[in-house]
């Protein structure tokens, strides 16, 4: 039973006032794209073990998307941030940094 | 035998006796008892039979961890199987049966299995047998395997009693009442935190009362009493008996079960209450559990916990038996030596398989005259169902008899484990303590919560500090620990000190004697509920069997319903010991909630029955359950699917409602439908990515059939577009599809397109929406009307605002029944009051409502698709022939990309056509087409299937839509559909539009 | 190997049963075999067997990290059935329901499948027409299903509650050869006698790398050091993300937790299985007498093996509604299995961009039923480079658009 703080309203809830959205960070390919790009975009998620970047919606709260840093292994949410941006703050990337040196996912790290 | 004592039973209320009966049997408690103390007073030491072979078990333990003393409780709604005595208060009139047994409790023929069959069913033996002849499995030894098994009966009547759910939030939970629970919740009350701390049974104190020691010099009592008024008297502290800390969740959370009601089945209010608490840090207080000892016959009835024993005689004033041996591997069951010896009753032996024996209670014990052998233990027990005596032998040999004791009762222990469940639960680690032969919460690697920090604090016995002080010092540091981790920095006072005999060094005793041969082995029980004996952990490590899961699984060891309180510990041991590894090595299998198992009532609450998903309803929901709706659920809504007269079948009444609306004039209530404002100036621009339609170029005053697709390309959702302005459009979405329509264009907006200005908004309840049909719908509206509703005014697919009964609405000129038809948007709240207008003003004209059925039909005579009919997820706007509907102008769509993948864009598809029956009758709902031969797997070669099937009443005949290989290309075949039973119907390709094909009667 | 029997019980019951073998060998790993799987649960056990049994290849190591049997193998349902609507999917269900037929006399091991039957209930009209379809699939399929009345629902079901309140029941999709399995029976079988066929199970051995040579495999690296093969089989739900990473591809799938529950043991009441989609809750009652209830997945990607409370009320409460008599039982235990959820919620049984690299993964929520169908297909897809049970399951098909959705016929987790 998960506890997030969601960025856009600073409404600190439980899980079932969210829904889980997958991957974050998702670069979208349209027509024109090739067969590779659309099947990876759409298809070939990171998966990972540990550190993830991931959406969420505050479906039962403000209605907003936003974006969580969380570990796949242990739940530990390292950080909510909004939706609108392209890639994670720089101040939770080193949050992670320092609780799990090392890490990457995509084209971060 | 058991009986009551004349001294003693500091929880009884002797002036207040209780009728219960047992097996029909009236008997008399008191109040204060538990059913097994109750039971004990009455010498009812057999209650029930063992899962596997059936043999006669007795109460075992006073607590949560007994595994034998189960009963059926109650009767009928109140009827409830696998109830433990031991947890169970005793009130006025309870009735309890025992179970597992036939056909009776005292005489059960399934002992055969245990007296003569045993020998043949060792663990693992249904793996092994039963494999021939193959139909006897299911038809003669798995029916009879269930029925031997299963231990209560099945309950039959709906539940009389009501549950609900509390959500509760607290820096910290403490969990287990004893008083290093109360000393932790004072700490952390002290501290400043808002504190909630429960307690399982309905006293507080735990077991030290029980056991003595001085606490500050006072009696643990005393202690317990003072504490509580303290923590009574803090705001910030709340206080729960009859509530078991079930489990711990991530992040914190904590399922409290409280018995709210059990004890008095009649008070008013819920018999159970589910807290589901968030806390900040949970401190486990639940302090330890006694082990048996495995020698053979410790199942026969008479054999206890020696801190069980001890537990009837002072808190219940109940002695197990006249003449108690006990047996031990360590001092604290020196006390139950010494309570019993006070108590007046016999103790001929204290067996302490420690060849140096005991310390300071020894010595007391000693002093009481009571006979005290060191390094000795108990070769078997004689006796049935009731023990008669022990025989002795030296612990260090194989089971030599030194001697015989006669004696009706035997108290043993061997050792304690701290109850380390809910600090396991999510993911907190063990160490074994190899001094006090324990597992115990590691400290380093407790469960950690959303910040990655630990959140739960073991404290007292649960944290593997059993002695009173250590305990009491150790409850306070957590208290405070615990506190100050929720950010209270107040100041705690300090530890009280507590004082008890120290305990001389416990000897791990795993097998009684060490070198029991294998006779003594196949009698030494693990699991008294399920039969497992140190014999059947040594056959699963023999046949390779090592991983503690595996030995579990294999013997079944631990699954009980008491989850291996008392067989786990003393399993895992004799499994290392049959491996040759160190226990740690061997590990421990996993905790999973509940601590003790919890009512499935309590986990429903009271979302059940009328509010289990409660119904959504439109403003006419009333009228139409008034007026004879055959209901259809529809995502959270109920539909009428039809309207029945007096004495008309569902069929009849669908027809009538087609003939009239086609002749003259229907009422569909269309309420349900999806309502969503797309608004802003990129609206457009989105409406164009949302939809395959271009819809930027639709006119305000216009609307436009849309349809829209996942990024996937398959077809999600279709629905006629109205241009309120030229920065509004109105989406109008299936009834299933408006919410998900609804966060689907949030997700777009939100995530992708954040840029863009456009805001939605789901106005799907704000309206009430009816559908008005057939050839007289204008004139009905023109006697409600003085706006002008005419074909000049108001033309096809146009909308406009009008006046209808006094009531300001939208008017749609758009029709799913191919007929002239207006759909009429209205507030909500004058839903009803159109309806009856349109209802009085239509009677003229016979006027009929229509439900879904009626609907589904005339749309399908005009070949017209239905979401979830004709698609199904796996289909695209192209199958459906809807090229017209996907603009080639558009650069892009949410789907045209996915669309033009090989297999979507390769035109041998499957393509949406019209079906026509040879002989008239009706397509089986869902039929496939064959074609010739099969395909590797031998499977039967389709080449299409019916995905609408409808008896037209206006054509009198079947008719049906399908998809079918490359179909619009073979219009006139004839294809083949098998019934379910082989039987062929034969079915035309013919256009899929049946009725009106030029689209006149809609159009006038 | 030694038969096991009746007689054999009853030989070795006058001798205190000291004479039973070990039910499979626990050798050290070799430097090299013709094939690894990796992952013993039941699928890269059954995997192994029919490599054995059908291709003759027995130069065969199973590894696995923890002990076999330990995944998913040992934390489901234990349902069997295969009322699948595509045919794809009915084709290898059905296979595998049928070698479950004579599973236990195969592997001289009782597996307890016991064919008792499963309906799954139509609850809507929609469900109603999507069951009928599903009907008409698996007659022309070989799959043996009707839909039933309401009526004979109940006659079947007496325990159900057919009149809602909220959903009535409307009939349903009777597969009266589908049933239930020991599920550790199955892994200890198929292990058993992978054993006796001279193939070694590793347990306790973790790989950790896949070596390359180009893009063709030459084995992997391991905490009990490197082993070469030919061949590599990739059978790890829950983990083949992970292990399709070492091996340098990435997978469609995401891992998610998937919980179950079971009651305390009563008599017998129920003697079938009962799905019940619309309202999302499923139930069996298992030899022991317990009832076994499916659980609902958590919407978020999780490896924790537990999953959050509310799914556990929501399933309750489904089950409550349809059988009220199951109010006055209580939960015993709730666990938690990791499941790999596919791009189109059906399995991948494939090759992969690495030759010799094979996958077998993504059986979501329901790939117990499918252990000796599975097996048998990607036996076959290892040893001849195709099977007509997998082919369709390729890795290429999502890229394709080529997608086998059951979502029609059970939109629920199973």
Redesign the interface.
Known sequence: ????DCPCCGVRG?ETEF?S?GEAHLK??????S?DD?HGY?FEKVNPKGVHFE?W?H?NGC???FHAAR?TM????FGTYS??TLEPPQEIKDKITA?RPGWSWREFS | MSTRLATGGRLLDKSRTLDFSFNGKQLKGVEGDTLASALLANDQMLVGRS?KYHRPRGIVASGGEEPNALVGLGEDG?????QRVTTTELFDGLTCTSQNHWPSLEFDVGILNSKLFA??L?AG????????P?PL??HVY??F???S???????????QDSYEHFYAFYDVVVIGGGVAGLQAAKAAGQAGAKVLLMEQDPHWGGRAPVDGGTIDGQDPQAFVDATLDELKSMDNVTLRIRMMGA?V?????V?GYERVNDHAPSAKGPRHRLW?I?AGQIVTATGAIERPLSFAGNDIPGVMLASAVRDYAVNYGVSIGDRTVVVTNNDDAYLTAITLKEAGLEVPAILDARASGGGALADRARDMGIRVETGKGIASVKGGKRVEGVAICAQAGEGAVLEEIKCDAVAMSGGWSPVVHLWS???GKLIWDEAEAMFRPDPEKAP?????EGFVIAAGAANGMFALGEALTDAQSAGEAAAKATGHKGKSGTAPKGEAPSYAAIQPVWMMPQGAN??LR?KAWLDFQNDVKV?DIQ?AA??????V??AK??T?LG?A?D?GKLSNINGLAILSDALGQAIPQTGTT?F???YT?????S???N????T??P?RKTPMHDWHEENGAHW???GAWRRP?TFQKSGESVEDAVIREIKQTRESLGLLDASTLGKIIVKGPDAGRFMDMLYTNMMSTLKPGRCRYGLMCG???FLSDDGVVARIDEETFLCHTTTGGADSIH?HM??WL???W?DWKVYTANVTEQYAQIGVAGPKSRKVLEKLTNDDVSAEALSFMGWTEITVAGIPARVFRISFAGELSFELSVPASHGRALWDALMEAGAEFGVTPYGTEAMHVMRAEKGFIMI??ET???VIPQDLMMHWAISKKK??YLG?????????ADPNRWKLVGLETTDGSVL?????A?ADGT??????N?QG?VTSTYYSPTLDRGIAMGLVHNGPDRMGEVLDF???D?TIVKAKIVDQVFFDKDGEKQNV | MKR???F???R??LR???G???????PEPKKKYDVIIVGAGGHGLATAYYLGKNFGITNVAILEK?????GNT?RNTTIIRSNYLQ??S??IYE?SRSLY??L??DL?????????GVIMLA????E???Y??????N????VST??ISPQRVKEIVP?INLDG????VLGGLWQARAGTA?H??VA??FARACSAMGMDII?KCEVTGVSRDGDKVTGVTTNRGDIACDKLGIVVAGNSGHLADMAGFRLPIESVSLQALV???????MDCVVMAN??HGYMS?S???EMVIGGGTDGFNSY?Q?G??HH??ET??A???TF????????????GGIVDIT?DRSPILSKTPVDGVFINSGWGTGGFKATPGSGWGFAELIAKGHS??C?EFSLTRF?????I?E??AAGVAH
């Open positions: 039973m998960l506890i997030l439980e829904h959205g979208r390919f349209g027509p024109g794209s067969d659309f759409l959406r919606r479906v209605g907003k998307w570990c242990t739940l530990e949410v939706a609108q609780k | 899962f109140k009827f409830e199987p696998n020998r043949f060792p033996f249904y793996y092994k047998m039963f494999i021939h193959r499995w299911k798995e029916p395997i269930r029925q098994a299963g231990l209560g009966k099945a309950p039959r009547d709906r539940d489990g969740y991530d992040h914190g959370y399922l589901r968030r639960h999510c993911g950690t919560g959303d910040t990655g294998i006779k196949m014999s056959l023999r046949e390779g069997f090592e991983s899961e595996h699984r294999y079944t699954m319903t989850q996993t999973r909630p509940p198992p919890i009512s499935l009532s986990i429903a609450g979302a059940i029955g009328d289990f998903q119904i259809e659920p529809v699917y990024e996937n390309g966060a949030e997700e939100q995530t992708e954040w979830g009919d199904d997820g796996t650069e892009d045209k990309r996915a669309q033009e993948r090989e297999h979507m089986p709902d869902g039929a496939y064959v395909n590797a797997n031998g499977q039967r389709l299937r098998p019934k379910v082989g | 096991y029997s009746a054999a019980v009853a070795e019951a205190n049963h000291m039973w073998e070990r039910a499979w060998a626990s923890g002990w076999l049997g330990g040992g045919d794809p009915a084709a296979k037929e004579t236990s006399q001289n091991y009782n597996v307890m499948y016991s064919p008792r609850q809507t009209e929609h109603v027409r999507g009928k379809r599903t009907a008409h699939a007659a022309l399929q070989g009707e839909f325990i309140p909220r959903y009535p020991r550790d029976a200890w079988g347990q009651s305390e043991p009563i008599k017998p009441c619309t309202v009652q030899d022991k007498g924790t537990r959050s409370f556990i009320e309750v409460r089950l409550v509604e009220p008599m199951v109010a006055r039982l209580k939960m015993l235990r709730q666990w791009g007509p049970l082919d890229k394709e658009g080529r997608f959705d979502s029609v």
